[in-house]
């Protein structure tokens, strides 16, 4: 069974940081894209960043950039989401996901994999 389980969120300050971490397990990701999307309270689920099976190109989404670094490591079948300093508007649920192709996109449909979220908020 395929699961992607996300850790790393809780409660921080506006422009503080956290780094989310997405455990997968069941099969190996290396060659597959992966991203982060963001859910908030009342909100549609939207791209937060992607990156490629070997890491060597990634998107991030306009509202995060140049804050948010996704990583990963392939020897631990993982991925990262660096998040520096954050705003009460990144407050809201982290998913996880995979797709069955290398390259990454900013397509949610594009996924065929999801973790349940980490919930990170950001107070003021």
């Known amino acids: 069974q395929v699961q992607l389980v996300e850790s790393g969120g809780g409660l921080v300050q506006a422009g503080g940081s956290l780094r989310l971490s997405c455990a997968a397990s069941g099969r190996t990701f290396s060659n597959n894209a992966m991203g982060w999307f963001r859910q908030a309270p009342g909100k549609e689920r939207k791209f937060v960043a992607s990156i490629n099976w070997i890491g060597s190109t990634t998107y991030y989404a306009d509202s995060v950039k140049g804050r948010f670094t996704i990583s990963r490591d392939n020897a631990k079948n993982s991925v990262y989401l660096q998040m520096n300093s954050l705003k009460p508007e990144d407050t809201a649920v982290y998913h996880c996901?995979?797709?069955?192709?290398?390259?990454?996109?900013?397509?949610?449909?594009?996924?065929?994999?999801w973790g349940r979220g980490t919930q990170v908020t950001v107070s003021s």
């Open positions: 996901a995979a797709r069955q192709f290398a390259g990454g996109s900013n397509q949610l449909g594009d996924y065929d994999y």
